[in-house]
């Protein structure tokens, strides 16, 4: 093995250096501590006795009360986000669907989306879904006999096109990530920061019947080339009290599609990075999985079509609670749902001020990574984001999760690692702007490789 060079060891010495920087506060920056900390418990307790108060929003219950059923809920949270800001754009997502699957008759669906405007069109969401869901036994007897889908055994109601309107308060799924979603639109518009990124605040519908309100509406991003670059989707993120009595109100947990470098893993990397930074006392776990077993959330819906997405999930959870008439308030844990909020505020704070993450892949699509000059370096390059006025590069061994070591360059668009051999490490790159703010980690790595068949003469 060759000697590692000068160089090499005082790139490390600058690596150690800058991540002993990278833990302390003085690169925070303090119009996103004032937003973490305007986040309000006491808000969020009144948004979910209001979400509460509905009694059922169940996609297929009454539309025509303007107290109970989930017409009313949806022109509450409607009516509740415009009250917030002139610079909030509130409206509802409509859509009109058939029969199929869960859903069992003609229904008009409506997601409720508040738009923060940026200097740019690239799109940063913050979802939760607003729909619930109760059936006897609720998921604490799913989880127990575990049927593989029991929403698809039920019975078909009597009269199809009668309004579903059992008790279903979801105080919890998903009143907490509708509630989450619903203070930050208050939070962000009301900040006064100038975004780079657009910001959408989703409150989604239809969740229960197969996460069909956001499928819906990333079909749609999809046909209007939407620019969406990141889905922050919270579901079931106010309860720190587990069913089976462990309490855990300081972690949260970040589901994140695979494989492992794609882009909804950087952004898992991203929540822990920075919210981590603007939250210390909150601990985020990535989780290397698109959701729990058997469980599913409308992150998935996302990344289904190609979206980076990301999905929230409390710590412990008590499945007795869920899909359960015992949903109630009285289940929820204020600060710790406000804990959940500020870590989803720093990071999307952070990515709507930070310059869309560098590209790394060159016209046919393959990494922008060589051994150059000598044949055992590692050399990279990478395509200038716009704003960007530095960068970062981040390595780690090839087997692993975690970044290891990072180190900031200058406004160049290439580096050159000597003696680092490329297959042993995971290199990623991600751009800053002149404040500080860091894009997510663009990691460089080979598409999959096609597969043909080898041909053999016939009968042989
Ligand atoms: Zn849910």
Known sequence: MRKPTLALLLLLSVCAFERRAAAQNSDRDPRIVKLVESVSPERLGVILKKLESFETRSTLSSTTSTTRGIGAARQWILDEMKSYSPKLQVSFDTYQVVPQGRITRDVELRNV????????????????????????GGQGSTN????????????????????????????????S?????IELARVFSQ??????????????????????????????????????????????VGNDRGGNGIVDGATIRVYAEGPEDSPSRALARFVQRWGGRYVPSHKVRPMSRPDRFGRGGDHSAYNALGFTAVGFRESRENFTKQHDVRDTYDGISLPYLAQNARVNA???????????????????????ITRAPTGYDANLTWTAAPGAVAYRIF???????????????????????PNMQIDDYVFGVASIDAGGHESFVTAYVSPPRASTDIKTKPGS
Request: charged share 20%; aromatic share 6%; glycine share 8%.
């Open 113 to 136: 989306m508040a738009v923060l405007p940026g200097r740019s069109t690239r799109r940063i969401y913050i979802s939760g879904h607003y729909d619930t869901l109760a059936r006897p």
């Open 144 to 175: 127990a006999g575990a049927p593989a889908d029991p929403d698809a055994r039920s019975a078909p109601p009597a009269d199809p096109n009668a309004p579903l309107d059992n008790l279903a308060p979801g105080v919890n799924d998903d009143g």
């Open 177 to 181: 990530g509708t509630a989450l979603t």
């Open 191 to 236: 900040s006064g920061i100038d975004f780079d990124a657009t910001l959408v605040f989703m409150c989604h519908v239809g969740e229960e019947q197969g996460l069909v309100g956001a499928r819906l509406h990333a079909q749609k991003a999809v046909a209007q080339k939407i620019p969406i670059e990141a889905v922050f989707n919270n579901d079931i």
């Open 346 to 368: 720093a990071a999307a704070a952070t990515l709507a001020l930070a310059p869309p993450p560098p590209g790394v892949l060159n016209d046919r699509n393959q990494p922008m």
């Open 395 to 417: 390595w780690r061994e090839a087997w692993g999760v975690d970044w290891q070591n990072d180190v900031r360059v200058g406004n160049v668009t290439s580096l050159v690692l």
